[in-house]
């Protein structure tokens, strides 16, 4: 009988840690129970991108969109939904106001607003199944430029526009037409998998959910360079990527898209994997390089790039996942129509994964040049809670934050660059009305400072005495001196740092100057935190005319800071108390008032 | 099974997409005929045949055809629903190839619900 019914359930890492497994076996075997396995079709999806909704299932024809699922709740849709033609209201995604939205994942405007390149299979194909790939176009474009000259396919590449998605957005086609001219008997492209950016998921997702096309990517820059090898460096932490790739990779060599004669041609291509231990630093370049050959992963003097002296010393083209993902599109579809997507420097799309204070987290494909304000409210849904915009994050530990007056930029490399930041390799991070900003550049100080490799002393001493001025700043221990202090140490470190690593690692520090000096200035002049989230400098105190003695803060107090009796006031012993907040949290009568402790001895 | 040629990539991705098809949702709207045994005894094959020959000769592409089980309304086989957007779907009974080039011309082109045989509105 036909297949009547597709049933996509996401299998990315979050759905697999939101519990994706045991939905899937219920699912499984209500389908058995009722005998209709064999007209409903399950197939496991890579990511869908709206991560915070996981586990998620997605039914065809209708295409009606199941979020937040308990293996219990498979039972419900296989009996309503699948047998009565009833979908679950229930399990519908509700928007952040609660009200029930369209029920078909087409018509979610988290779904509509992105224009899919890269991430275009991303839950649509099951990416273990190469002739599911191939249905979608899968190999189709390496075919194409195997009738090409290399020089054609670098010219195409190079009409359009495609700039390298892993951080400093160098043209692709000009890379490749680099490396095709140096002269050696070997060559080699790499794929950087490493995706060290502290919440970035976008690379991993793509690996996971469409792992042939980054192996098609790699094939037509091998056909461009003149290589016949390719290593893909992925961390471990990415279990299911490395999985999913060794699959991949099996099933390519099985169809002969590696291997020797591929479309019996001439050409022949090979790709291993390389499996990284995870420092950041080892996703940049030349320290990439050094783990593949099996050094310590510490980056090296530029130049010679890579292009010339890359991977056993010879010419190598290496790019990001996502820049990789997007070649075979461009091919099919050709340089124009790429082209006529973004903005004048920055051409196709980006993958962004937002996060943070935001309602809709996850992962967003949209047209370069759409703006901030389009990405975190319209798309990502916006604050949750009714808080307000603070700031926005982007290009991570590199990166800088976008404060509210700035939502109209459209983001592409250079808009991004003129506020202070990087597009980086599409981290985005929401901050709200509670975010401290000196305290997050505080945050990525501190990534930087454990992640710097220690081989040149600006990074490895430098980050660490910013570190420490934030330290006493946020401990409300900072003098105004501080920030000129900030500003020299972070251009010096600019300056003379080895790799890009200690380069931008004081973006997040001047970024936050930049907007939010005065930030900065409460914290040292009045030791006030506006925020108030700076441990040190708040405090938490009984407000006695809303407290009615229901002692539930009391024993919520972990450290016992909390004393009073039955329906008398409470009171908070300011010198126990650890600054939980638990207290805060648990109280139904507001009763409990998040203050500056500079104000404790006047109002108590 | 190494691939040599463009014309045996075209013929995997033609044998899966059909696989796949069921996928599809960009559609405006869709018509299931009802193929169970009772259906098929009661001429659902000839119907569903009169449906998609219809919307071919009417060029309409944005409707989907779905076949399903039986609807559990034997006594009035052959049976079709029609859904167009987010309206409540319409059962019509008892459709021969007649009524169901009427259906696609009338509540499919025009909207026009066909209320001498219509047997149930909303899910069944
Ligand atoms: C500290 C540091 C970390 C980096 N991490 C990554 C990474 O995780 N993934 C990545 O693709 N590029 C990373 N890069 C950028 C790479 O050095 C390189 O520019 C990039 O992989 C080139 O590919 P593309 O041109 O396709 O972007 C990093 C750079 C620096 C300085
Ligand atoms: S929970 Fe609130 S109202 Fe109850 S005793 Fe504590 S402070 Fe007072
Ligand atoms: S903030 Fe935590 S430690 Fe302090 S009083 Fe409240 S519950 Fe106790
Ligand atoms: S992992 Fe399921 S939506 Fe991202
Ligand atoms: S470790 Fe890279 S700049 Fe110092």
Redesign the interface.
């Known amino acids: 009988m036909a297949v009547e019914n597709t049933i996509l359930i996401c299998a990315g890492g979050a759905c697999i840690s939101a519990g994706e497994e045991s939905v899937k076996s219920v699912l499984e075997e209500e389908l058995r129970k009722y005998a209709i396995d064999d007209v409903v079709k399950v197939v496991e999806t890579g990511c869908m991108g709206s991560c915070n909704l996981g586990p998620i299932m997605v039914i065809y024809p209708e295409g009606v969109f199941y979020q937040k699922l308990k293996p219990q709740d498979a039972k419900e849709i296989v009996e309503e939904h699948l047998l009565k033609g009833r979908p679950v209201q229930r399990l519908l995604y509700k928007g952040p106001t609660g009200e029930i939205k369209p029920k078909a994942k087409e018509e979610l405007p988290f779904f509509t607003r992105q224009v899919k390149v890269a991430t275009r299979n991303l839950g649509v194909i099951d990416p273990i199944n190469i002739e599911e790939y191939i249905a979608n176009d899968g190999y189709f474009a390496l075919e194409k430029v195997l009738q090409m000259t290399p020089e054609d396919l670098i010219e195409e590449i190079k009409t359009s526009g495609l700039r390298g998605r892993g951080g400093a957005g160098f043209p692709t086609g000009l890379k490749w037409e680099f490396t095709r001219k140096s002269k050696s008997d070997e060559k080699y492209v790499i794929c950087n998998a490493d995706e060290g950016d502290p919440g970035a998921f976008m690379d991993r997702s793509v690996l996971e959910g469409d792992p042939h096309t980054v192996l098609e990517g790699m094939e037509i820059a091998g056909y461009a360079i003149g290589a016949h090898h390719g290593y893909i460096y992925v961390r471990a932490e990415y279990p299911l990527a490395i999985e999913r790739l060794e699959i991949a990779i099996s099933q390519a060599h099985e169809y002969g898209f590696l291997g020797e004669h591929i479309f019996g041609t001439d050409f022949s291509f090979d790709v291993e994997l390389r499996i990284g231990a995870g420092a950041f630093v080892c996703g940049e370049e030349t320290a990439l390089i050094q783990s593949v050959e099996g050094k310590r992963g510490q980056p090296v003097q530029k130049p010679p790039f890579p292009a010339q002296k890359g991977v056993w010393s010879k010419p190598t083209v290496i790019n990001n996942v996502e820049t990789l993902a997007n070649i075979p599109v461009i091919i099919n579809k050709g340089a124009e129509w790429f082209a006529s997507m973004g903005t004048e420097k920055s051409k196709g799309t980006k993958v962004f994964a937002l996060a943070g204070k935001i309602n809709n987290a996850g992962l967003v494909e949209v047209p370069m040049g759409t703006t901030l304000r389009e990405l975190i409210f319209d798309i990502g849904g916006g604050i949750p809670n009714g808080k307000k915009f603070k700031a926005v994050q982007t290009g991570g530990p590199s990166g800088g934050c976008i404060p509210a007056e700035y939502l109209d930029t459209p983001v592409d490399y250079d808009s991004l660059m003129k506020l202070g930041t990087i597009m980086g390799s599409g981290g985005m991070v929401v901050m709200d009305e509670d975010t401290c900003m000196v305290d997050v550049a505080r945050f990525f100080l501190q990534f930087t400072t454990d992640e710097s490799c220690g081989k040149c002393t600006p990074c490895r001493e430098g980050t660490k005495k910013m570190l420490g001025i934030l330290n006493k700043i946020v401990e409300g221990k900072g003098e105004m001196k501080d920030i000129d202090r900030l500003e020299n140490l972070a251009k010096t470190i600019k300056d003379t740092a080895l790799c890009g690593l200690g380069q931008t690692a004081p973006n997040p520090v001047l970024s936050t100057l930049r907007y939010f000096r005065d930030e900065y200035e409460a914290h040292i002049k009045e030791k006030r935190c506006p925020a108030k989230s700076c441990k040190s400098l708040i405090a938490y105190k009984v407000d006695p005319n809303k407290c009615v003695g229901c002692t539930a803060c009391a024993r919520a107090c972990p450290v016992g800071a909390i004393s009073g009796e039955i329906k008398k006031v409470h009171k908070v012993d300011q010198d126990a108390c650890i600054k939980c907040g638990s207290c805060y949290e648990v109280c139904r009568f507001d009763a409990i008032e998040k203050i500056d402790a500079v104000d404790l001895v006047t109002s108590s | ?6 014309e045996e ?1 075209q013929k ?2 033609e ?3 059909r ?2 098809s ?5 559609k405006r709207g ?1 018509i299931v005929v009802g193929m169970g045994t009772c259906g098929i005894s009661a001429g659902a094959k000839d119907t569903l045949r009169a449906i998609a020959d219809e919307l071919e000769k009417q060029s309409v592409d944005d409707i ?1 055809v ?4 039986c609807m559990g309304l034997c006594e009035v086989e052959p049976t079709v629903e029609v859904q167009i957007g987010d309206e409540e779907p319409v059962i019509y009974g008892h459709v021969d190839e007649k009524q169901a080039r009427r259906i696609v011309r009338e509540h499919v082109m025009k909207g026009k619900i066909l209320s001498d045989i219509l047997v149930k509105r909303g ?2």
């Open positions: 099974m190494k691939i040599k040629s463009l990539l995997i991705k044998k899966t997409l696989e796949i069921g996928r599809e949702t960009n869709r989907a779905i076949q399903s089980g899910k069944v």
